[in-house]
């Protein structure tokens, strides 16, 4: 059982700044990898970014070079420094958690959290 805490969400203008987190929490699980899917009205949901506990990192294209993503395990957290926002990086924002390195999909999704970029 996992529960997953998302939080900093909301709106910016381009140009802007914000920055997610997403605690997990439960018990009788265990953590790969955890990371932040998106979802983009009208569109499929595409990788943002993710890491594994031993620091390993991959990113979606569109956000190369302008999102950071950075863990604490002993908090069980993730964090997403998205600099250099986008309109087109409006979407809704789920963090997700892998529990093995086995599974090809994420096993735990957040309930998603509103990232809005306009002027």
């Known amino acids: 059982q996992v529960h997953l805490v998302e939080s900093g969400g909301g709106l910016s203008q381009p140009g802007g700044s914000l920055r997610l987190s997403c605690a997990a929490s439960?018990?009788?699980?265990?953590?790969?990898?955890m990371g932040w899917y998106r979802q983009a009205p009208g569109g499929q949901r595409e990788l943002v970014a993710v890491?594994?506990?031993?620091?390993?990192?991959d990113y979606g294209e569109g956000v190369k070079g302008r999102f950071t993503i950075s863990g604490d395990n002993h908090k069980n957290t993730v964090y997403l420094q998205m600099n250099s926002l986008k309109p087109e990086d409006t979407a809704v924002y789920y963090c997700?958690?892998?529990?093995?390195?086995?599974?090809?999909?994420?096993?735990?999704w957040g309930q998603g959290t509103q990232v809005t970029v306009s002027s």
């Open positions: 997700i958690l892998k529990e093995y390195s086995s599974s090809y999909y994420p096993d735990f």
């Open positions: 890491i594994t506990t031993g620091g390993i990192t």
């Open positions: 439960g018990s009788d699980f265990e953590i790969y990898s």
